[in-house]
């Protein structure tokens, strides 16, 4: 006799039942396309984007520590902003004396005269360009580093004349420090002779020696390329005693040291490697020190990127999808003595691109390639120190 309760299964209900294996086995793969999906796309967009950093000579960068009798960490302390939103980008500072003012160049393109005695700014004349260093020459001039017009004479009057604007047959692309000898010999860098301001970045990631330090004679107007395949190179400074000049090597975190005369003429030679940052501008102060400007300190990740190219190639990616890496902290002025050897840092974890450092009497000022002000700090207060030894990462 039948089960009275036995139901005879409907058409539908079998097809349901037979669906449910298959809805199993389709979950698993749809986690796993999912899962896969942008790990496969990322590795694409890897192997199809021509970039393609080189490996940097790791050796040079070394490990050892730099030891710095002095440090201040806290500069941001008891600091004033001079020219507070007057100022955009004031990357570098020239000092006349005799009129007490600074002279500075701004992303808008105007070179601009600070007051010193009354922090007023004025305008002082438009380059149409990007003024990065600057130089007084000996007659009240400017010489100028701009980073898209080449080396620049600026007249006490403001009349605007182009010195040089190529070297061997390279255009300048990212002229960017510069010094004028007693003799009026003019020596300066173009940190790239392949990207410009705005690709700086790329130059950096790349890691290849687009850069040169040159000379220029505004007698005979000959423009010479003193040393190439330099990376990233920087500020300038002339010896006191006018026998070598002084640049930097940003990426490479060095300063490096280029006879001019003498029996060493054309000899170069290692300045201070091995800094605690990457060294933008430097300056002499006519008292036995150069200040270098570190416009952010190294890092363990930053130090990882440079010894890997592939991980600078996925920087560059996420920098052309996402926006420029905030990386950059911790920045300040490192001060040395005539041979190289480390004095004093000021450095503050909360100050970024400070890309110039002048010292003026007993004040310390500070430009930024970023920041709308010149930071001034004044040497001469007490409790300003703290011992310390420095180690780089």
């Not at 902290?329 to 005539?338: E, M, Y």
């Not at 890309?355 to 004040?363: F, L, V």
């Amino acid at each position: 006799m039948a089960d009275s309760r036995s139901q005879p299964v409907s058409q539908s209900q079998a097809s349901s039942a037979g669906d449910q294996p298959r809805k199993r086995l389709w979950r698993p793969f749809i986690t796993v396309l999912f899962t896969m999906f942008p790990v496969v796309a990322a590795m694409l967009v890897y192997q199809l984007d021509s970039f393609d950093p080189a490996s940097l000579p790791i050796h040079e960068l070394g490990q050892a520590p730099v030891v710095v009798s002095l440090r201040n960490e806290r500069m941001l302390q008891g600091a004033e902003l001079l020219g507070a939103g007057e100022l955009q980008g004031p990357e570098d500072i020239a000092y006349d004396s005799t009129a007490n003012v600074v002279f500075t160049g701004c992303h808008d393109g105007w070179i601009k005269r600070v007051r010193l005695n009354d922090s007023v700014v004025e305008n002082f004349v438009n380059t149409h360009g990007r003024p990065l260093g600057l130089a007084l020459g000996h007659n009240k001039e400017i010489i100028v580093a701009d980073a898209y017009k080449g080396l620049l004479n600026i007249s006490k009057d403001g009349e605007v004349e182009l010195l040089t604007d190529e070297a061997d047959g390279h255009k300048f692309k990212l002229t960017d420090g510069v010094d004028i000898a007693d003799n009026g010999m003019i020596y300066f860098t173009d940190a790239s002779y392949k990207y410009n301001l705005n690709e700086d970045i790329w130059d950096i990631l790349e890691g290849k020696p687009h850069g040169r330090f040159m000379s220029f004679d505004p007698v005979t107007r000959k423009t010479d390329v003193l040393v190439s395949h330099l990376y990233f190179a920087n500020g300038v400074a002339v010896s006191p005693n006018q026998d070598h000049a002084i640049f930097c090597e940003t990426v490479m975190r060095r300063c490096r040291k280029y006879y001019t005369k003498g029996s060493k003429q054309g000899d170069l030679e290692k300045f201070i490697d091995y800094l605690p940052g990457f060294p933008d501008n430097i300056k002499y102060d006519g008292d036995g020190h150069y200040w270098i400007a570190l416009p952010s300190a190294n890092s363990v990740p930053l130090d990882i990127a440079f010894r890997y190219p592939f991980i600078r190639k996925v920087m560059a990616i996420v920098m052309k999808y996402i926006g420029r890496l905030p990386t950059e902290k911790d920045a300040g002025v490192l001060v040395v003595d005539l041979e190289g050897k480390p004095v004093a840092h000021y450095h503050d974890h909360r100050l970024s691109m400070i890309t110039s450092g002048m010292k003026i009497g007993n004040r310390l000022y500070c430009g930024s390639v970023r920041h709308p002000h010149i930071l001034k700090l004044d040497l001469a207060k007490e409790n300003l120190w703290l011992s310390s030894t420095i180690t780089t990462q």
